[in-house]
């Protein structure tokens, strides 16, 4: 007679919030050092979904992202919380591997095998948010960033297309954010404050969108960049804070798009609401595919759509 074992967890996370370490460590094939090294705020918990799908693109995979804890794609990681989450510190992340068996990295689940039905079926868990999976890069597509460099790079666009995206960051206030991205300086310099500050008069304009180019030519802490905006204008640490968000999204977003048109690569784009409060508006547009320039769903032709959205675009390549 033969018996067969439970197979164990085999993750485990060496600091409270490095749930993700163990868990990309093994979706992408490497080691939790590699990680460790290219992402440092990974141990902390504080790399965000956008981050850790711009990582793997980088490290030369092609991501899909999926509502929900589907099973027909494997391996993968999920984005999961065990009890009502109350906010974002209660989700945590769990790695499928190829078998559909599901390994928490987490303490907790130290003593429950992986081939458990409950964590087959992610009973055990309270709510399921999201799936990422990944495959190998086609050789057909070239993966380009350009927030490294002075002057958009020249673009050889292969037969079947190209994927053009600038790195978008949404910042939290200890964050080092954003770094080099002159296409985003560029663009704050020029469009900052364009749109919903009407009462915002000179000069506390010009130094505001002085302010967002900085945040893009050096390493900045976020509070650093919102305890300059209420110096300049007076403003109150919480519109600020606000001023800050909505106009490092827009010159990320906006000199995406920008790129996009100038290179003449991209010609479909969708729309991707990636925050937890998504308003309906920008519900609307989730997930909607269009020509670059063509309406969405809400009659906008690309995010932001209000102040604090974080919403993006995402090339879609036939």
């Known amino acids: 007679m033969s018996f067969k074992l439970p197979k164990p967890q085999k993750l485990r996370q060496e600091s409270e919030r490095g749930c993700a370490v163990p868990v990309f460590a093994s979706l992408a094939g490497l080691s939790e050092d590699e990680v460790r090294r290219d992402l440092p705020q990974a141990s902390l918990g504080r790399v965000s979904i956008i981050q850790w799908e711009n990582w793997l693109k980088k490290r030369g995979f092609n991501v899909l992202r999926r509502d929900g804890a589907p099973t027909d794609i494997l391996p993968c990681v999920h984005l999961v919380a065990p009890h009502p989450p109350r906010d974002i510190t209660d989700f945590h992340w769990i790695y499928r591997d190829a078998d559909g068996d599901v390994h928490d990295p987490s303490p907790a689940f130290e003593a429950m095998p992986a081939d458990d039905l409950r964590m087959k079926n992610l009973s055990v868990y309270d709510k399921a948010e999201l799936t990422l999976s990944v495959t190998s890069s086609s050789p057909n597509f070239v993966g380009c960033s350009v927030d490294s460099h002075d002057d958009p790079p020249a673009v050889q ?3 079947g297309g190209a994927w053009i995206q ?22 704050a310099i020029k469009h900052a404050l364009e749109e919903w500050w009407p009462d915002i008069g000179e000069p506390a304009r010009t130094k505001v969108r002085q302010i967002i180019r900085d945040s893009f030519e050096k390493r900045t802490a976020f509070s650093e960049v919102v305890d300059s905006i209420c110096k300049a204008g007076a403003f109150s640490e919480a519109r600020a804070k606000l001023i800050a968000e909505t106009e490092i999204a827009q010159a990320q977003v906006g000199a995406n798009w920008e790129v996009w048109k100038g290179s003449g690569a991209v010609s479909r784009v969708r729309w991707m609401a990636v925050g937890r409060d998504t308003c309906p508006v920008c519900k609307q547009n989730d997930g909607v595919v269009r020509t670059l320039g063509e309406e969405f769903p809400s009659g906008d032709v690309r995010p932001l759509v209000h102040p604090s959205c974080q919403c993006i675009l995402s090339a879609v390549i036939d």
Not at 167 to 172: A, K
């Open 157 to 159: 666009v292969p037969e």
């Open 166 to 187: 600038i790195e978008i960051q949404h910042p939290s206030p200890s964050e080092l954010f954003p770094g080099t991205n002159t296409m985003a300086a560029e663009y």
